[in-house]
Nanobody, 120 residues
Framework: QVQLVESGGGLVQAGGSLRLSCAAS????????MGWYRQAPGKQRELVAT???????NYADFVKGRFTISRDNAKNTVYLQMDSLKPEDTAVYFC??????????????WGQGTQVTVSS
């Protein structure tokens, strides 16, 4: 059974940094695009950053220059380095990945989320 598990969330002061990790586990043929989304209270879920299996990256405008997404294919893990954090970055951060359980089909998977709280 495939699952994604996030870690690294917590409480940090404005201007500080956090590094989120998301590891995929279970039987799988391969992992395609991976990414991070976030959802704050009263807001809809929004894309933060994505990275393809070959390293192509896209960022949301509100995190450009502050966040860095990366992945380690050998460890089936995607990371999000968050620097210069702002109170408005406070949200639950979710990991997303497209995973091939077989060579011919892929499905989207979501982690349970990790809380990031930035105090002023």
């Amino acid at each position: 059974q495939v699952q994604l598990v996030e870690s690294g969330g917590g409480l940090v002061q404005a201007g500080g940094s956090l590094r989120l990790s998301c590891a995929a586990s279970g039987r799988m043929f391969g992992i395609g695009s991976m990414g991070w989304y976030r959802q704050a209270p009263g807001k809809q879920r929004e894309l933060v950053a994505t990275i393809t299996s070959t390293g192509t990256i896209n960022y949301a405008d509100f995190v450009k220059g502050r966040f860095t997404i990366s992945r380690d294919n050998a460890k089936n893990t995607v990371y999000l380095q968050m620097d210069s954090l702002k109170p408005e970055d406070t949200a639950v951060y979710f990991c997303n990945a497209y995973i091939n359980r077989t060579p011919s089909s892929a499905n989207a998977y979501w982690g349970q989320g990790t809380q990031v709280t930035v105090s002023s």
